[in-house]
């Protein structure tokens, strides 16, 4: 194939490059700023799905792994904490097909509940992790990805943040594409069965496969050092704080690594003796600065002023020049809000009127915590609405155990909110409980992609569709009922009050579609 110029995004190219090297399968659960790439992946004609949630997406994965073919898993950063069960032991059964894991980091939470930096995931699981600081770069790393994950047969974390994944870029795609390989089975139950007595092997197997990958690091071209052989200021970074590191010192001596775990530590220390002083610049934690101090590599960390957000070139100017006075609050913008017409503002309505204390779920109806409804109380992660509100009606005085409404979404509670129902039917409070299920037959916070109970596949296809009603009742809820909340408004704050009055573990279904998505469909048929 000749070499293609193509307009990218940091996802887009990550997908471009999947399909080039031949993956079997990508899978995955929708997840700003990750959702693009398998978007993207199957646009192009690759197979990819959504998974019901991040550790079923690796799990399938893991699978098509031991089979020797490629894969691909696409989340955001809080869906590795889903999917670090089945990561942690990947590390040590090792794969034979390449395995890649997409980590898409959201520092400045442009749309998360949290800023973790999922570097530390690499060193805790003891994976090799690359970062790339634009498209070009997620199109390059994740071929290499594929080919360092193949040869030292372990999963690749490659991490993303908001800036590489959304911004857009000339990529040149060179690479000849590959068609998706299947091979004959290979078994090796020591490997693949972690059994204590098989692990213990295994542990000593990822050390080693590290220590190897280490000294591969040490010669790898993966980083680059730009700027005059010796100067007064030298950088070490990687992602996005390179773009920014350059623009704000062009004069500076940089080092730019690629593969960020293990750490090249004698190349940095070789770099580090040409500078007079030398700055890590780094978004998230300080998690380069003090492994390579803990190596005794003298270098400066930034300052804890710089821990929180996104950095940008006016930002790494004060990081390097030490100067952590405030900054200016930032002018008021026009808070986001529930569309109008959206299926869910009469729930919000008959919670907040009825003074209800509610346990909030992921999902676009988080807004519901917002003026003019106010009407959540907690929100923690995904599915945690359910045991919250449990806990709640556990924890408080009769009075205010029964005012307790647990709210999530259709795709948040195939995500992991069935077991919550199990948990309410099992350990019933007293005062019962109830649980909205606000079904508007999409993902939408992430961009309307499908799910198990919408009936399709990512690709739009038909699939088997879940039925909520049917497994709600098959876990043993006393009540489970299906009502449009804004058709049938007054039936449904009728509904609530009563289910409130009883000591009974309820279930109502809010099922009324998302316009937006009616609207995408209707596209679609045309």
């Not at 090792?94 to 400045?108: F, N």
């Not at 390097?320 to 008021?332: G, I, L, M, Q, R």
Request: charged content about 25%; overall charge neutral.
């Amino acid at each position: 194939m000749a070499e293609q110029r193509k307009i990218l995004s940091g996802d887009e190219a990550v997908a471009e490059a999947a399909l080039a090297c031949g993956v079997k399968l990508g899978t995955g659960y929708p997840g700003t700023p990750s959702t693009e790439i398998l978007e993207h992946f199957s646009a192009i004609g690759g197979n990819a799905e959504w998974a019901p949630n991040e550790k079923v997406a690796l799990e399938v994965a893991s699978g098509v792994a031991f089979s020797g073919a490629k894969t691909i898993v696409t989340m955001k950063h809080v869906g590795v904490n889903v999917a670090a069960d089945p990561l942690f032991t990947l590390a040590y059964t090792g794969v034979e097909g390449g395995l890649i894991l997409v980590s898409a980091d959201d520092p400045g939470m442009a749309s998360s509940q949290n800023e973790q930096d999922n570097r530390l995931y690499a060193i805790a699981a003891q994976i090799p992790m690359l970062e790339p600081s634009d498209s070009q770069e997620a199109y390059d790393f994740t071929i290499r990805a594929y080919e360092i994950s193949e040869q030292f047969r372990v999963p690749v974390l490659l991490r993303m943040t908001t800036r590489v994944c959304h911004s857009r870029g000339v990529v040149k795609c060179w690479k000849q594409k590959e068609a998706p390989a299947s091979k004959h089975y290979r078994r090796a139950v020591r490997e693949r069965v972690m059994i204590p007595a098989f692990a213990r092997g295994a542990h000593v197997r990822l050390v080693d496969g590290m220590k190897a990958l280490a000294e591969w690091n040490e010669k790898s071209d993966l980083h680059v050092v730009s700027g005059p052989e010796k100067a007064e200021l030298g950088i070490i970074c990687a992602g996005a704080a390179y773009q920014h590191a350059r623009e704000a010192f062009p004069e500076a001596r940089i080092l730019k690594l690629g593969m960020t775990w293990p750490l090249p530590y004698e190349a940095i220390r070789a770099f580090v003796k040409g500078n007079a002083r030398t700055v890590v610049v780094e978004e998230g934690e300080k998690v380069m600065a003090e492994k390579i101090l803990s190596a005794g590599i003298q270098v400066e960390p930034k300052g804890d002023a710089f821990l929180f957000g996104e950095l940008n070139v006016t930002k790494v100017k004060r990081l390097v020049s030490k100067d952590e006075t405030p900054e200016a609050p930032p002018k008021p913008g026009r808070p986001p809000q529930l569309c109008p017409g959206c299926p869910h503002r009469k729930v919000f309505e008959t919670l907040r009127d009825l003074g209800c204390i509610v346990s909030g779920d992921i999902g676009c109806y988080t807004l519901g915590v917002l003026p003019p409804f106010s009407a959540i109380d907690c929100c923690v992660c995904m599915g945690a609405s359910i045991g919250a509100g449990l806990g709640l009606r556990h924890g408080l005085a009769e009075e205010d155990a029964r005012k307790v409404v647990s709210v999530i979404g259709d795709s948040t509670f195939v995500h992991s909110g069935i077991t919550g129902i199990v948990e309410m039917v099992y350990n019933k409070p007293a005062t019962g409980h109830l649980v909205l299920i606000l079904d508007n037959s999409t993902t939408a916070m992430t961009g309307l992609q499908e799910n198990p109970a919408t009936g399709r596949h990512l690709n739009m296809t038909d699939a088997s569709q879940l039925d909520l009603a049917a497994l709600c009742k098959a876990a043993g809820a006393d009540h489970v009922d299906v009502i449009d909340p804004t058709l049938r408004h007054d039936e449904f704050v009728a509904l609530v009050k009563e289910r409130l009055a009883s000591n009974d573990a309820s279930v109502i279904i809010a099922r009324r579609p998302c316009i937006l998505q009616m609207k995408k469909l209707s596209k679609l048929k045309k």
